[in-house]
């Protein structure tokens, strides 16, 4: 156990803050206090946000916060912004919520963006998920402010992920399609009492039929849920039904034996994923080594060197 | 220089065809003739074709084929179908292509399938084409039978990729969005003599557009081709617009400095392919000693490991 984790376990949010910018900044030493906090983790139930710009996935999320506050739980956010430079918290200081809870103990809210290092952004929001669960966090959400390729796989660290929409989306709905409904435990209609929010609801239900028949391994049934967050709505209708969806989706996936199954599934990916970014530095500096990957690539364009040695010297050597 | 090696590059297509399916299986040996012979490529032109099901891309294919061989050019075809349990070319054998070619000397066609190895079929694409392009054929079309993504990134050996699509097709043109329209350098609208031919033009041209705007980085104007590619017509309409609009886009990307330029980058993505795959290789012998993947990643859910701990045993240990 180190000082700085025991620290961290007795509740100290400044230095639980530190630890989090010391692990995005990849400063040696950070990972130790992580691998302390380790064992004290397992018992926060993580859940993702995830869905088209516009459909109030921040709204939504501060009705979830209020609502599992209503409940006695503690809450951590991690709020996912790759398209940003900053991170740390204060790029996202103007949202409502960050006023709304921000003298709340039981309420955590940090903001993460890639710092462009390798690995990146699932990595950070893994080990910032980490850092709170050891805390004693019992919700975590994740909440994503786009829909890239990156922010998609950020929701892999989720054990339930909601992704959310709006009615009269159109076209967008269709983008929906690709990798968004692929990851979706529980489906929300935002702002359902606008025009065309049943429209919206079959039209998901649709494309759901469409992923089952695909061949899609649909574990379980994905909800639909219609929701109107709302500020001025206080905890905004629909959401309880919402918490109640993800509830059902947890005791569904994440219990029993094949919920084992599944977490050791999980712990495997993330496992691989790790050893692949500590690989990756080492072939960066074998290849450094070599005058660099442009160097080597050179060579093999120009038929110098043929690729297969190459790469078998890099492998080699690292 | 390898016995082998020496054959092959002597035009011997039984043994070509034998060191195709040994490269397929990862005999060992093999690739040792395909480092010899590396340095007889560079010189054939490597033509992707993808696009959706049904768009008639075979006879597009068969049709471009009569194309160069009218001008004297040789032809290698690989047709890639992942969803195939079997390589070897017998799965295409009922092709038309196979019959009308089948005695031209000038043609050799190879079918390519997923045998579910690591790496996967990008990497058996790039060894196929490396032979072909080392045996002196001027073209080589690699054929994909869906768009799945392993098949787009199959396209990423191709020179020009060439996507294929039909009008009518409706919300699959939407379905076109999603990654294909991003490798594109030149589109088809095959089978033009249908209703909506124009109409397909224009949505094209506007989702182009789209991407233009969208900060998508176009190196290039990407040509619109409508063709009616059947057998019927011969070598069909429209097929000698395409091979100029491929000629154009060769002269466009692929000469001069930036020409080189983008040889280099390519050299570096397929070497960094490589490596990751003779490092898959090791990191799965080093958990294999561990017990395996399963083993140590249940040791994590169970929290009696550390994952970060346990990712840097792992890649110590390689």
Same mark, same amino acid.
């Given at each position: 156990m180190t000082q700085r984790a025991q620290t961290i376990l007795a509740g100290d949010i400044r230095t639980a803050s530190r630890l989090m910018r010391d692990l995005d900044d990849r400063m040696p030493g950070a990972i130790d206090d992580l691998k302390a906090l380790y064992p004290h983790t397992g018992k926060g139930y993580i859940i993702g946000i995830t869905g088209n710009p516009g459909a109030g996935k921040s709204t939504l999320v501060d009705a979830l916060i209020s609502a599992y506050r209503g409940q006695g739980l503690r809450v951590g956010v991690v709020a996912v912004d790759p398209t940003s430079p900053f991170s740390g918290g204060a790029i996202l200081g103007d949202r409502i919520r960050m006023q709304r809870h921000a003298l709340d103990e039981g309420v955590f809210v940090r903001s993460l963006a890639t710092r #462009?290092?390798? #690995? #990146?952004l699932s990595r950070s929001t893994f080990d910032v998920v980490c850092v709170l669960d050891a805390m004693g966090y019992d919700r975590i959400l994740i909440e994503t402010v786009g829909v890239g390729q990156d922010e998609i796989e950020v929701m892999r660290t989720a054990h339930t992920s909601v992704v959310v929409t709006v009615p009269g989306l159109g076209d967008d709905i269709q983008a929906l399609k690709a990798g968004l409904l692929e990851i979706a435990d529980v489906l929300v209609v935002n702002k359902s009492d606008r025009e065309g929010a049943d429209r919206a609801v079959r039209d998901l239900m649709h494309m759901l039929e469409l992923r089952h028949h695909g061949g899609g391994v649909a574990s379980h049934t994905v909800e639909i849920v219609k929701t109107v967050a709302s500020l001025a709505l206080r905890e905004g209708s629909g959401v309880p039904e919402l918490v109640t969806a993800i509830d059902r989706h947890r005791a569904e996936s994440w219990e029993g034996e094949a919920g084992r199954e599944r977490m050791r599934a999980r712990a495997a990916a993330h496992l691989a994923d790790l050893v692949k970014g500590l690989l990756s530095d080492r072939v960066e500096a074998a290849m450094a080594a070599r005058g660099g990957l442009g160097e080597i690539a050179a060579q093999v364009a120009d038929r110098r060197e043929d690729p297969y040695s190459a790469a078998e010297s890099i492998a080699a050597s690292i």
């Open positions: #462009g290092h390798l #690995g #990146g």
